[in-house]
Nanobody, 127 residues
Framework: QVQLVESGGGLVQPGDSLRLSCAAS????????MAWFRQAPGKEREFVAA????????HYADSVKGRFTISRGYTRNTVYLEMNPLNAEDTAVYYC????????????????????WGQGTQVTVSS
């Protein structure tokens, strides 16, 4: 079993930045394809960004492209999401996800690609 723990959420103002972290741990220590999804109040969960095992390939939703950056940590089973600048539409619960399949750009945005999910961290952007 794999556990994912997110951190770094909070309340910020429009135009501010925030950095989310997600650490994966469990019985099998291997690099996973990792991603961030988010769910705003009253909306379905949506894809935000994904990164390959090596960190060399990434995929972003159009709504965050140019503002958010996904990256892997030194241990490779840690992933970060740098968000700058934030706006009110970014308010949501952000979920970390990990998948064991090989990287495929198109499929990396699908929830079905990922086997493991974190509990989520709240990001609120409000003035």
């Amino acid at each position: 079993q794999v556990q994912l723990v997110e951190s770094g959420g909070g309340l910020v103002q429009p135009g501010d930045s925030l950095r989310l972290s997600c650490a994966a741990s469990g019985r099998t220590f291997r690099a996973y394809v990792m991603a961030w999804f988010r769910q705003a109040p009253g909306k379905e969960r949506e894809f935000v960004a994904a990164v390959s095992r090596t960190g060399l390939s990434t995929h972003y939703a159009d709504s965050v492209k140019g503002r958010f950056t996904i990256s892997r940590g030194y241990t490779r089973n840690t992933v970060y999401l740098e968000m700058n600048p934030l706006n009110a539409e970014d308010t949501a619960v952000y979920y970390c996800a990990a998948g064991l399949r090989e990287w495929e750009y198109g499929e990396s945005s699908a929830e079905s690609f990922y086997a493991y999910w974190g509990q989520g961290t709240q990001v609120t952007v409000s003035s």
